[in-house]
């Protein structure tokens, strides 16, 4: 078999051989090879400047992150002595505790008192919440003094706070989150309105000077604050502490269930500088997306065991006192992640499951006269029908 000869290259003739190598050629040559070296310059010079710009955004959002820390964990609330007393959990992998405050303190002030406590045990893993509201003018003894529990915020700050809840719960509390009435109204208008479900009606001139009917509605942040500080009802205060535990449930479904993820940055912005939390922002994002999902209607809620009247006044001021015995018993299902079955109003044991979304299928009349319906007494109900 004859191999197939190789093709000789083709060599141009003299006068093809000419042309290609004429000076006006050669120019052309010289002229395609600047172009290649100004073209390898641009494409060095972009790449810089993709480099240079990623740098600046980078120098840039390590700024903000630092300028958000600073102002979120703010070092004259979130102190060392109160790091300290915090136990250090995993927010996404173990259950633990935190103290939420809303404080009545405005700008500049150094003494202020906290006007709303509430303790709550975040379930991360299994999507669960448990809320107990704490009277404000709960008797306690704190430094060998009778004094009301959210004095204990004006004698040593968040720290003071964290020992007197730790000691009259039994618990140990791993974070803290602080927010004055005026940030929180600044808050639900950063979000665009928060979506509540009104138990009642609110007409309480010392609140607002306008009336919110009840019903499920897109609250701005005047009218939210109205709702959370309310207590022109039937058993006042512990009124005003359903309904604080209302917003935070709602407030939670805003944030996990519906707010844009775009807008994300700009709402740690505003929530930098209205909220005050030993929290890094990585925790809170963390946080966050662990409890994407839940059903805030299903958070468990309760107040201490409690009553006031004309035997809890001491030295002229009227305390509100607790029943030590049944608060043990709550917190000991609190503890074990368990429904609290806590009391709901002044003077009440509790015994029913009741969530947030029981409270505001309620009103305040139904609960200080035990005439309210829960999700726990209607399956009560139904298990003693069925015996």
Same mark, same amino acid.
């Given at each position: 078999m004859k191999?197939?000869?190789?093709?000789? %290259?083709?060599?141009?003739?003299?006068? !093809?051989?000419?042309?290609?190598?004429?000076?006006?050629?050669? %120019?052309?040559?010289?002229?395609?090879?600047?172009?290649?070296?100004?073209? &390898?310059?641009?494409?060095?010079?972009?790449?810089?400047?993709?480099?240079?710009? *990623?740098?600046?955004?980078?120098? !840039?959002?390590?700024? +903000?992150?630092?300028?958000?820390? @600073?102002?979120?964990? #703010? @070092?004259?609330?979130?102190?060392?002595?109160?790091?300290?007393?915090?136990?250090d959990t995993n927010v996404t992998q173990e259950p633990f505790y935190m103290l939420l405050l809303g404080t009545d303190g405005r700008p500049g002030e150094d003494s202020y008192r906290a006007d709303s406590i509430v303790l709550a045990r975040i379930d991360a893993p299994e999507k669960e919440v448990t809320l107990i509201s704490i009277p404000r003018d709960t008797k306690i003894e704190y430094d060998g003094k009778t004094i009301k529990i959210n004095a204990a915020h004006a004698y040593d700050g968040a720290e003071g706070m964290v020992e007197a809840v730790n000691e009259l719960c039994d618990v140990e509390i791993s974070h803290y989150a602080e927010i004055n009435f005026e940030?929180?109204?600044?808050?639900?208008?950063?979000?665009?309105?928060?979506?509540? #479900?009104?138990?009642?009606?609110?007409? $309480?001139?010392?609140?607002?000077?306008f009336v919110i009917e009840p019903g499920l509605q897109?609250?701005?942040?005047?009218?939210?604050?109205? *709702?959370?500080?309310?207590?022109?009802?039937?058993? @006042?205060?512990?009124?005003?502490?359903? &309904?604080?535990?209302?917003?935070?449930?709602?407030?939670?479904n805003t944030i996990l269930n519906k707010m844009d993820v775009g807008s994300l940055p700009g709402i740690i912005n505003s929530l930098s500088n209205m909220v005050v939390t030993d929290l890094g922002i990585q925790d809170i994002i963390n946080l966050v997306n662990a409890m994407r999902?839940? $059903?805030?209607?299903?958070?468990?809620?309760?107040?201490?065991?409690?009553?006031?009247? $004309?035997?809890? +006044?001491?030295?002229?001021? %009227?305390?509100? *006192?607790?029943? /030590?015995?049944?608060? /043990?018993?709550?917190?000991?299902?609190?503890?074990?992640?368990?429904?609290?079955?806590?009391?709901?109003?002044?003077?009440?044991?509790?015994?029913?499951?009741?969530?947030?979304?029981?409270?505001? #299928? #309620? /009103?305040?009349?139904d609960w200080a006269y035990g005439t309210a319906t829960t999700s726990g007494s209607s399956s009560s109900s139904d298990e003693d029908s069925e015996e």
């Open positions: 191999k197939k000869p190789v093709q000789e %290259s083709r060599r141009p003739s003299t006068g !093809a051989a000419s042309r290609i190598y004429s000076r006006e050629n050669v %120019s052309r040559y010289s002229e395609r090879a600047r172009q290649r070296r100004r073209g &390898h310059a641009i494409r060095r010079g972009i790449l810089i400047g993709v480099i240079a710009l *990623f740098v600046c955004v980078g120098t !840039a959002a390590g700024s +903000w992150i630092s300028q958000v820390m @600073g102002r979120i964990n #703010n @070092g004259e609330i979130i102190t060392s002595d109160l790091l300290t007393t915090l136990l940030g929180m109204q600044a808050l639900v208008d950063a979000l665009g309105g928060v979506e509540v #479900n009104v138990p009642d009606r609110i007409d $309480d001139p010392k609140a607002a000077d897109v609250l701005n942040g005047e009218q939210a604050l109205a *709702f959370c500080r309310s207590r022109a009802y039937v058993d @006042g205060d512990y009124t005003r502490m359903r &309904h604080q535990r209302i917003f935070l449930a709602a407030l939670a999902g839940m $059903d805030t209607d299903n958070i468990w809620t309760a107040n201490l065991p409690s009553w006031a009247g $004309d035997d809890t +006044w001491i030295g002229g001021q %009227s305390y509100v *006192f607790v029943d /030590e015995e049944e608060l /043990e018993k709550m917190m000991d299902r609190v503890k074990a992640g368990e429904d609290p079955k806590g009391p709901q109003t002044m003077g009440d044991t509790g015994g029913t499951s009741t969530t947030t979304g029981d409270l505001s #299928n #309620n /009103e305040a009349s």
